[in-house]
């Protein structure tokens, strides 16, 4: 039944795609973030879905839509730059066979981040794309909160829906991508154009953010809560109403404390050290393995290097009298468990590099569209509170990706495209321009639209000049009546003002 209703959603989105080809791009989406495939027990597991439609929305594009906007941006450069570079890694790896097999889904998720931009370029595809995204992710989300009230959870045994832990199915990632989605998840609750805003909207929506703050609970993850405090310190700097939203934070976390499980709360205070926990002690230690390997691996070692690391991890602590009990450990193959790291031991510093200038590029960018929409009102009153949305959501990202190695997952890749094509809608269409570095400068705009405006209208005095009948000779007076003629013309001038 699950493989029938299934094949049946996904057969209607692409059917509906013909008709119009944007539905491709969100059907893309939906493979991406579900995994339709991997719910399914028979049929779809065994055909490549992701791959027909990537070329299916490809294809739709370059026959059907606008292509004026395909221009690619300073970031996009950059995306393409990484892939190359990834591609690279890839072909010269440490270990071939499992390099291969992370490009397998790399590759498509940066190819993607470089297309999805040229084809948002309305506000109704911009927060499409978002509604997308937000309703994938509420068919984890909901399925987690739901398990998590009903005493579900548990670090790596919260079943969402699928066996493995792994993609967006793992613990940590869904902990990190569910808290960012919240501050476009209210975005959406107030300003969206495609579900306007009614009761039955925002209860859905509300609805929706809390199962995604229920979800570091049902996992107990850490990464999770440190997500969820920054986010309630983002979105206090965005309230207008500070004092009554620290009121009913404060109110929340009172009334919520006492109904968490005791194994979470147990599991949150190992955040105050790290010396006895052996996940912590663990991920120090790969740490300093890549900073090593990194020294003699500048260009990185290609995807899962991590493979090839050895560990010598100190787990010494001190008893309640002081004692120093000390403990060594030995571990191999452990994953990098950062997103920077990831970069640092699989591309290497270039790939680093280019990493953080594609994500700290996006954050300024937001803030120069927020700050300068931060106080318009009516049309444009929804540019500066989606600007704010998706820096919170990438902020929220920079944060838990210090926690997992998250820095391919495509989720933040349909962020960075969104960014991109927001900023340049606009650049294009609203009135008030930002600031744009590789855009030339006001005065030098204004100085060519002035020379432009007086060659125009000395080209059409010119034209008038030319088109003026001559006038008729004057003819010849005599003296006298010179003189009557001086009488009876008026002093500035003839009557018919010539």
């Known amino acids: ?105 790399v590759w498509k998720a940066l190819v993607f981040s470089i297309f999805l931009p040229m084809t948002l370029f309305t506000r109704a595809r911009i927060e499409g794309v978002l509604l997308f995204m937000l309703l994938c992710l509420s068919s984890i989300a909901v399925v987690g909160g739901a398990k998590t009230l009903a005493g579900g959870g548990g670090y790596g045994t919260l079943n969402l829906m699928v066996a493995n832990n792994s993609g967006m199915y793992e613990s940590s990632t869904i902990s990190a991508f569910a808290i960012c989605s919240i501050p ?55 309230a207008k109403r500070r004092m009554l939203y620290l009121g009913i934070m404060v109110g929340i976390v ?29 991920r120090l ?25 050895k560990l010598e991890i100190d787990m010494s602590y001190k008893t309640a009298d002081g004692t120093v009990v000390k403990v060594v450990g030995y571990d191999q193959g452990r994953s990098f468990h950062n997103a920077y790291f990831e970069m640092l031991g699989e591309q290497g510093y270039p790939g680093l590099a280019l990493f953080l200038i594609v994500h700290l590029v996006g954050i300024f960018r937001m803030e120069i569209v927020r700050r300068a929409y931060k106080k318009e009102e009516g049309p444009n009153a929804w540019v500066a509170p989606l600007a ?13 990706c210090s926690f997992v190695g998250i820095a391919f997952q495509p989720y933040i890749y349909f962020i960075i495209a969104v960014e991109i094509a927001f900023d340049r809608y606009v650049q294009t269409y609203v009135k008030k321009k930002v600031w744009n570095p590789f855009r030339r400068r006001r005065r030098d705009i204004e100085a060519a639209e002035a020379k432009a405006a007086i060659e125009a209208e000395a080209a059409a005095e010119a034209a008038a000049a030319e088109s003026e009948p001559e006038p008729d000779p004057e003819p010849t007076r005599g003296f006298a009546r010179a003189g009557e003629h001086r009488r009876t013309q008026p002093r500035w001038g003839t009557t018919s003002g010539k």
């Not at 968490?260 to 790290?274: A, F, H, N, V, W």
């Open 388 to 400: 704010a949305a998706l820096q919170h959501a990438h902020l929220i990202f920079m944060l838990g």
């Open 184 to 238: 476009l998840i209210l975005y959406m609750a107030k300003y969206s154009t495609l579900v306007p805003p009614s009761i039955f909207a925002r209860v859905y929506w509300y609805a929706l953010a809390f199962a995604c703050l229920l979800i570091p609970i049902g996992t107990q993850t850490r990464t999770g809560l440190l997500c969820i405090v920054l986010m309630a310190l983002l979105e206090l700097r965005a």
């Open 254 to 282: 009172a009334a919520g404390v006492p109904f968490l499980p005791k194994s979470y709360t147990e599991r949150m205070d190992t955040i105050q050290g790290y010396q006895a926990d052996a996940s912590a002690s663990t």
């Open 285 to 309: 230690a790969v740490w300093k393995w890549t900073i090593n390997y990194a020294g003699s691996h500048p260009f990185g070692g290609g995807f899962n290097a991590y493979i090839g690391n």
């Open 1 to 105: 039944m699950r493989d029938l209703f299934l094949i049946g959603f996904l057969v209607s989105l692409l059917l509906a795609g013909f008709r119009r080809p944007f539905l491709f791009v969100c059907a893309y989406i939906y493979v991406d973030i579900v995994s339709p495939q991997r719910l399914s027990y028979y049929l779809l597991s065994s055909i490549p879905v992701s791959l027909i439609v990537f070329i299916a929305a490809f294809l739709g594009w370059a026959m059907n839509d606008d292509k004026s906007l395909a221009k690619p941006s300073p970031r996009q450069v950059v995306l393409i730059l990484l892939l190359l570079l990834c591609g690279y890694t890839t072909l010269t790896a440490d270990h071939p066979d499992a390099a291969m097999e992370k490009w397998d889904w």
